[in-house]
Each structure stands twice: as C-alpha cells, then as structure tokens.
C-alpha cells in the first residue's frame, strides 16, 4: 500500500485543504516581488512618483536663503548638495505616499496616481522611496551632522504621514501640523548647516514661520479643492473638519499673517524685493493666464497650475537673488 505524506491527504472539509498546504518558501516570494519592481520602473514612472515639479525649485530657494544667513549663499557645491538633500528625501515621501495610497487613489479613479493606474506596482513606488531615502541621508552625510538629523526627522515625519497603520494624512490637523514641520525643517536645514551649528539669530524663526506657514496654506488649499471628493470618500482633513467656511476664514488669516512676514523680513534686509516681486509677478501670470484662457475650467486649471507657478516663481526668486549677489 502507498502511503501518503500527511500534507497530501484529503481534507475531510473543502475548506481545510487550503490549511494542509506546506507552506511555501519565503525566499521565492521576496524574490517576485523585486523582480515585480524592478519590471513596473521605467522613466516616466520614476518621474510620475516622484512629483519633482510639486517642489524641487523650492528646494533649492529654501537652501539659498537658509545659506544666506550663514554667508554661504553664493557657494555652489552647499547649495546643491543640501537642496538635493531636500528633493530626494520628498522624493522618498511622495514615492511611498502614492503607493500606501494605491489601493484607495484605485477605488476614486485617481489619474494621478500610476500605480492605482495599473501602470506600476506598489512595489516600484516601494523601491523608488527606498533607494531616495539612501541618497538623501548618503547627500545629508556631506553636510554634516545637524543635516542628517533633520533629514531623518523629514523622512520620519513623510513615512508616518503615509503609513496606513499610523497615517497622519488621514488625521484632522494632524495633516497640517506634518506639512508646518516639513516646510520648517527644509528651511532650517541649510540654516543651521554651518559651524555654527543650532542658531536662532539672524532673523532664523520669521523666515521659518514663512516656509512653514507656506507649506500649510498650499496643504489647506488642496484640501480645499478636494473637499467633495474627501467627503464623498468619509476622509477626515482639516478642512472636512473645520468646513468650508472656517477654512477659507482660516486661509484668509493664514495669508496676511505670511505677508507681514514678508514684509517684516524685507525691511530687515533678508528678502531682495527684486526676488519677492519676480515670484510674484511669475507666480500669479502661471495661475492667472490659464484661467483667463479656460474661464469655464477655472477651477480645475487652477489646481493643476498652483504647484508650477509656485515652483517657477520660486525658480525666477533663485535667479535674481543671485542677479542681486
């Protein structure tokens, strides 16, 4: 009589048989899911997950003026490696934002989202937020020690922002506060790179309060134009929370609080009104234009144009901040 090994026997209900399979070898399956990532890359992919137009020029705006302070502004080589520091640690975020984000983008028919597309795995953005973390701290390395430690608080703050079991984007005001926080820490990493270490003289907390309370409001006003479908989908923003009418009281208090900075750290010498009135000028003929051109669609057009006109405006800022140097 043949006898049969225990996992081959029948099971005495349909149910079971899944139980009595031997369990499989965990090294095939990791195995699949590199090669799955590494199959879903390509450019366009790398470049649809990354988002560098949301916010590589304000990158290296917010390095410039956070060199400026420490008299190292007009050096090349800081410039690029903390303004680089800074891109791919939001590359990381993003990448990984999109893949946590896979599965619900997939359910709302989200087209900004390749992998809810089908066109990537969530994988590849797991790869691609990986492999931008590594560069980030290995950039970060260069710049020193202070550098590294509020890169590691960026990329902390971006993973549990995303992570499903945590997932601050989902938490009213806690989404708010995580954005304060990034656009803080990318200001004052530049700031306090040099020997002096940790300074708050020169004028170091108005111009964060700038970049922070900047990073809010465009947060805020995403928000704002993703409020039918936030609601439609039960997520919970600040703005959900608070309504429409209290946001857009809040966004209007928001933005003259960043104008007083503006023009308290321009009268302080910091800002070159050159520089402030190029973003402006940049800046409001990217947003104006289009909507003049497509009034119909304003809103939408709008939405689509606010992350290139604030990256393009804060490129034209670079250039005659440096044009003024």
């Given at each position: 009589?043949?006898?049969?090994s225990f996992f081959h026997t029948k099971a005495m209900y349909p149910d079971m048989q899944i139980i009595l399979k031997p369990a499989q070898?965990?090294?095939?399956?990791?195995?699949?899911?590199?090669?799955?990532?590494?199959?879903?890359?390509?450019?366009?992919?790398?470049?649809?997950?990354?988002?560098?137009?949301?916010?590589?020029?304000?990158?290296?705006?917010?390095?410039?003026?956070?060199?400026?302070?420490?008299?190292?502004?007009?050096?090349?080589?800081?410039?690029?490696?903390?303004?680089?520091?800074?891109?791919?640690?939001?590359?990381?975020?993003?990448?990984?934002?999109?893949?946590?984000?896979?599965?619900?983008?997939?359910?709302?028919?989200?087209?900004?989202?390749?992998?809810?597309?089908?066109?990537?795995?969530?994988?590849?953005?797991?790869?691609?937020?990986?492999?931008?973390?590594?560069?980030?701290?290995?950039?970060?390395?260069?710049?020193?020690?202070?550098?590294?430690?509020?890169?590691?608080?960026?990329?902390?703050?971006?993973?549990?922002?995303s992570w499903r079991p945590f997932r601050m984007k989902a938490k009213p005001f806690w989404d708010a506060f995580t954005h304060a926080v990034?656009?803080?820490?990318?200001?004052?990493?530049?700031?306090?790179?040099?020997?002096?270490?940790?300074?708050?003289?020169?004028?170091?907390?108005?111009?964060?309060?700038?970049?922070?309370?900047?990073?809010?409001?465009?947060?805020?006003?995403?928000?704002?134009?993703?409020?039918?479908?936030?609601?439609?989908?039960?997520?919970?923003?600040?703005?959900?929370?608070?309504?429409?009418?209290?946001?857009?009281?809040?966004?209007?208090?928001?933005?003259?609080?960043?104008?007083?900075?503006?023009?308290?750290?321009?009268?302080?010498?910091?800002?070159?009104?050159?520089?402030?009135?190029?973003?402006?000028?940049?800046?409001?003929?990217?947003?104006?234009?289009?909507?003049?051109?497509?009034?119909?669609?304003?809103?939408?057009?709008?939405?689509?144009?606010?992350?290139?006109?604030?990256?393009?405006?804060?490129?034209?800022?670079?250039?005659?901040?440096?044009?003024?140097?």
């Amino acid at each position: 009589m043949i006898k049969r090994s225990f996992f081959h026997t029948k099971a005495m209900y349909p149910d079971m048989q899944i139980i009595l399979k031997p369990a499989q070898p965990k090294s095939g399956s990791m195995l699949g899911q590199s090669s799955n990532a590494l199959r879903g890359l390509s450019v366009s992919t790398i470049f649809s997950l990354a988002r560098l137009h949301v916010y590589m020029p304000i990158c290296f705006f917010c390095a410039m003026v956070g060199l400026d302070i420490t008299g190292n502004a007009q050096s090349l080589i800081p410039l690029l490696t903390i303004g680089l520091t800074n891109t791919f640690a939001l590359v990381a975020t993003f990448a990984f934002n999109d893949a946590e984000d896979a599965p619900d983008d997939k359910l709302a028919r989200s087209v900004r989202n390749v992998i809810a597309l089908g066109n990537a795995p969530r994988e590849s953005g797991y790869l691609i937020a990986a492999t931008a973390t590594i560069i980030s701290l290995l950039l970060s390395a260069i710049a020193g020690s202070i550098v590294v430690l509020i890169t590691l608080a960026i990329l902390i703050t971006g993973f549990l922002y995303s992570w499903r079991p945590f997932r601050m984007k989902a938490k009213p005001f806690w989404d708010a506060f995580t954005h304060a926080v990034v656009g803080g820490l990318i200001f004052l990493s530049p700031a306090w790179s040099s020997q002096k270490g940790v300074i708050w003289e020169n004028h170091v907390i108005p111009i964060c309060l700038i970049f922070s309370l900047g990073t809010v409001l465009a947060i805020l006003n995403h928000e704002l134009y993703e409020y039918e479908d936030d609601l439609k989908a039960n997520t919970r923003t600040t703005v959900v929370a608070l309504g429409k009418r209290k946001s857009y009281w809040i966004v209007g208090c928001i933005s003259l609080l960043l104008l007083s900075l503006i023009i308290h750290v321009y009268r302080l010498g910091v800002f070159p009104m050159i520089s402030i009135l190029s973003f402006v000028i940049v800046g409001s003929s990217l947003m104006l234009i289009p909507i003049m051109l497509y009034p119909r669609q304003a809103v939408s057009v709008s939405k689509r144009m606010i992350p290139w006109a604030m990256n393009l405006g804060a490129f034209s800022a670079i250039i005659t901040w440096y044009i003024r140097g």
